[in-house]
């Protein structure tokens, strides 16, 4: 399994589909590479590389006071430099979005353009109250199948098949004689939580570094991450910004929604 070494020699787990424009995807707070298997099959000419940032998944755990934006973005360039590439377009799903706008306020000139999914430049408080519920703490299902008709029962997303849970609830879960389990570093839990309790920064900086760049950004419907509000001004801010609503959805969307795709492939074409 192909892995490359952070700046400060952690061991980080990659993939890279090695043909087509370099599409750098990072995934969720707490997830891994497996975030994007529902959009792979429907990205053609495109180069897909995903990492599990550190912490998550077949990386390297390094403890709670690594598990920072800061430190996951120079990951990110470090992949970029292991695989030769100057620049790259960037898909962000939640915190990957927010390590993409750091990245443009830090390292521009490696960005082709950048792809937000349910994320922006304020984060809700309700997602945040809801995600130190549960972060780091294994779950209380005795199995994948518990798990999934879990995530089925669970409010924000409509249409989805128990079929479609079941395969959702193995990205990021083991399942093991215990009963299932989380499989990323528990300590990230005191990372995050520090975080809530220290002064809520001004990420709107962030945001307009953006500026220049070909833009998409889709919000989920029943989002608790990304307000109405937020997502208005981002469009204010941009107007020519490629946005989309994905109905039907939580936080976050699949991507292979009709909406998510259409809105992904008119990105693209802008940076072929």
């Given at each position: 399994m192909p892995h490359f070494l952070a700046p400060d020699g952690a061991s980080l787990y990659y993939e890279d589909s090695e043909t087509g424009l370099p599409l750098l995807c990072l995934s969720g707070l707490t997830r891994n590479a497996r975030d994007f298997d529902f959009l792979a099959p429907h990205l053609d000419g495109v180069r897909m590389i995903r990492m599990d940032y550190r912490g998550r998944g077949l990386s390297a755990?390094?403890?709670?006071?690594?598990?920072?934006?800061?430190?996951?973005?120079?990951?990110?360039?470090?992949?970029?430099d292991h695989l030769g590439l100057d620049r790259a377009a960037i898909l962000g799903t939640s915190r990957g979005g927010l390590i993409a706008m750091v990245l443009a306020a830090?390292?521009?000139?490696?960005?082709?353009?950048?792809?937000?999914?349910?994320?922006?430049?304020?984060?809700?408080?309700?997602?945040?109250?809801?995600?130190?519920?549960?972060?780091?703490?294994?779950?209380?299902?005795?199995?994948?199948?518990?798990?999934?008709?879990?995530?089925?029962?669970?409010?924000?997303?409509?249409?989805?098949?128990?079929?479609?849970?079941?395969?959702?609830?193995?990205?990021?879960?083991?399942?093991?004689?215990?009963?299932?389990?989380?499989?990323?570093?528990?300590?990230?839990?005191?990372?995050?939580?520090?975080?809530?309790?220290?002064?809520t920064p001004d990420l709107w900086p962030?945001?307009?570094?953006?500026?220049?760049?070909?833009?998409?950004?889709?919000?989920?419907?029943?989002?608790?991450?990304?307000?109405?509000?937020?997502?208005?001004?981002?469009?204010?801010?941009?107007?020519?910004?490629?946005?989309?609503?994905v109905p039907g959805r939580g936080h976050v969307p699949f991507l292979d929604e009709p909406t998510s795709l259409a809105a992904l492939k008119d990105w693209l074409e802008l940076l072929q």
């Amino acid at each position: 399994m192909p892995h490359f070494l952070a700046p400060d020699g952690a061991s980080l787990y990659y993939e890279d589909s090695e043909t087509g424009l370099p599409l750098l995807c990072l995934s969720g707070l707490t997830r891994n590479a497996r975030d994007f298997d529902f959009l792979a099959p429907h990205l053609d000419g495109v180069r897909m590389i995903r990492m599990d940032y550190r912490g998550r998944g077949l990386s390297a755990w390094t403890g709670a006071g690594t598990y920072t934006i800061p430190t996951e973005s120079q990951d990110a360039l470090a992949l970029l430099d292991h695989l030769g590439l100057d620049r790259a377009a960037i898909l962000g799903t939640s915190r990957g979005g927010l390590i993409a706008m750091v990245l443009a306020a830090t390292a521009k000139d490696r960005l082709l353009g950048v792809a937000l999914n349910d994320v922006g430049p304020e984060v809700d408080s309700a997602g945040i109250a809801s995600i130190a519920t549960y972060i780091g703490i294994d779950p209380p299902y005795h199995s994948f199948d518990e798990a999934a008709a879990a995530r089925a029962a669970a409010p924000g997303f409509a249409d989805v098949p128990l079929s479609r849970w079941r395969q959702e609830v193995t990205h990021g879960l083991a399942e093991t004689p215990d009963g299932v389990k989380i499989t990323y570093d528990p300590a990230l839990r005191d990372a995050v939580l520090a975080g809530v309790d220290a002064p809520t920064p001004d990420l709107w900086p962030l945001f307009a570094a953006l500026e220049g760049l070909p833009l998409a950004a889709l919000r989920a419907e029943h989002s608790d991450i990304l307000a109405p509000a937020t997502f208005a001004r981002m469009q204010e801010v941009f107007p020519n910004m490629i946005a989309r609503l994905v109905p039907g959805r939580g936080h976050v969307p699949f991507l292979d929604e009709p909406t998510s795709l259409a809105a992904l492939k008119d990105w693209l074409e802008l940076l072929q």
